[in-house]
């Protein structure tokens, strides 16, 4: 199983600032991995797949960039709307696909 | 507009079963992949099962020979059918459409609560 490692685990930022999160893999997944974005109760939402696509109706803010075994998850400049918990996801073995644990991107 | 509602959660007891439904419209669930993702209350993401446009079937380790995923075409519903349910199977359940290719949920339903307690 590829594990995917998720830092840091909590993100404490102000609106306007710039939000980097990070998604390890224990193997190569090369560029076949995902970011999703989540808000309390609702379901995840697609942002960025491959890596670095954004999704239909992300708003360029949302930056992904990474390959291999390492990736990042940029948010230029924070909006209030943009504070939840974001996952990684592989698709490299498909279908046994993971997700990594999240990272909570909280007001400061 | 596509979209996805889950029914048929609820608390049940260890050992028992319970069928998950996912209605979906705005699209064919025939002519997609489609996926149960579930989440253990205040845990992250576990990926439980895919069912091709072509009809193959897979599994998560934690639920093979326990859950099987099925389709009406008919109806345009996703089906889980949960057997031997296990404490550690409590979780919320979202159906997802899952992109042909890039294998990401690009829709997803609003979840539902599957309980296991006795």
Not at chain 1, 22 to 47: I, N
Not at chain 2, 34 to 48: C, F, H, I, N, T
Request: glycine fraction near 10%; charge should be neutral.
């Amino acid at each position: 199983e590829i594990v995917l490692t998720q830092s840091p685990a909590t993100l404490s930022l102000s609106p306007g600032e710039r939000a980097t999160l990070s998604c390890r893999a224990s193997q190569s997944v090369s560029s076949y991995l995902a970011w999703y974005q989540q808000k309390p109760g609702q379901a995840p939402r697609l942002l960025i797949f491959d890596a670095s696509n954004r999704a239909t109706g992300i708003p360029a803010r949302f930056s992904g960039s990474g390959s291999g075994t390492d990736f990042t998850l940029t948010i230029s400049s924070l909006e209030p709307e943009d504070f939840a918990v974001y996952y990684c996801q592989q698709r490299s073995n498909w279908p046994r696909i993971t997700f990594g644990g999240g990272t909570k991107v909280e007001i400061k | 507009e596509v979209q996805l509602v889950e029914s048929g959660g609820g608390l049940i007891q260890p050992g028992g079963s319970l069928r998950l439904s996912c209605a979906a419209s705005g699209f064919s669930v025939s002519n997609n992949y489609m996926s149960w993702v579930r989440q253990a209350p205040g845990k992250g993401l576990e990926w439980v099962s895919v069912i091709y446009s072509g009809g193959s079937t897979y599994y998560a380790d934690s639920v093979k020979g326990r859950f099987t995923i099925s389709r009406d075409n008919s109806e345009n519903t996703l089906y889980l059918q949960m057997n031997s349910l296990r404490a550690e199977d409590t979780a919320v359940y979202y159906c997802a459409r899952i992109i042909n290719y890039y294998h990401v949920g690009d829709y997803w339903g609003q979840g539902i609560l599957v309980t296991v307690s006795s």
